[in-house]
């Protein structure tokens, strides 16, 4: 019990709660956290952005938009509270995405066309490594980038119980915002 990770675990266990977590696996899986953010934000044909990890998405858009209009849709689709943007000075068409902290990923969606990243935690330098460097960055957010998944998720599952004919309640979690901006 040194810490609150290992505090919360060991009330897990005390009260007979089994844990299986998945974090970044579920990040690069097809159907996963970032396939998922993808197809919220209607992007098309999206592929993998990062191969060697599998990390991220990158898609086109249907129409071209600015960069206001693209984030004010993010901003919905996400149900994000707040949004950061840097503006490169460039329409949006082809779009990276990655769920959590996807900033080091600046590099790969330069490399590969990308005019736009829709990220979270990202910081003010690279904000302007994006920036200057000809992308536009949204940063919506950690939780609003990954918690997409969840409830699509939950219903796969839900799917595949009713298939199988089992009785199984699925329940998703709602995580309160950590971090607020007041």
């Known amino acids: 019990d040194a810490d609150?990770?290992?505090?919360?675990?060991?009330?897990?266990?005390?009260?007979?709660?089994?844990?299986?977590?998945?974090?970044?696996?579920?990040?690069?899986?097809?159907?996963?956290?970032?396939?998922?953010?993808?197809?919220?934000?209607?992007?098309?044909?999206?592929?993998?952005?990062?191969?060697?990890?599998?990390?991220?998405?990158?898609?086109e858009l249907e129409q071209p938009s600015k960069l206001h209009d693209f984030a004010v849709f993010v901003k919905k689709a996400l149900q994000a509270d707040y949004l950061t943007v840097g503006d490169a000075g460039?329409?949006?068409?082809?779009?990276?995405?990655?769920?959590?902290a996807g900033a080091d990923l600046i590099g790969l969606a330069l490399a590969q066309g990308a005019d736009t990243l829709v990220t979270g935690d990202v910081k003010y330098h690279e904000a302007q490594q994006a920036v200057f460097s000809g992308l536009n960055?949204?940063?919506?957010?950690?939780?609003?980038?990954?918690?997409?998944?969840?409830?699509?998720?939950?219903?796969?599952?839900?799917?595949?119980?009713?298939?199988?004919?089992?009785?199984?309640?699925?329940?998703v979690a709602r995580e309160t915002l950590l971090l607020k901006h007041i």
Not at 90 to 100: F, L, P, T
């Open 137 to 171: 960055i949204i940063d919506a957010g950690h939780q609003p980038t990954e918690l997409p998944v969840l409830d699509d998720l939950a219903d796969r599952l839900s799917l595949r119980f009713t298939e199988k004919h089992w009785d199984v309640a699925i329940q």
């Open 90 to 100: 460039r329409k949006v068409k082809r779009v990276a995405v990655c769920g959590g």
């Open 4 to 59: 609150w990770q290992q505090e919360l675990l060991l009330q897990l266990a005390e009260n007979g709660v089994a844990v299986y977590s998945a974090h970044t696996n579920l990040d690069c899986v097809a159907n996963g956290v970032n396939s998922v953010l993808a197809k919220r934000l209607r992007l098309q044909d999206a592929d993998m952005l990062d191969t060697v990890s599998g990390l991220g998405r990158i898609g």
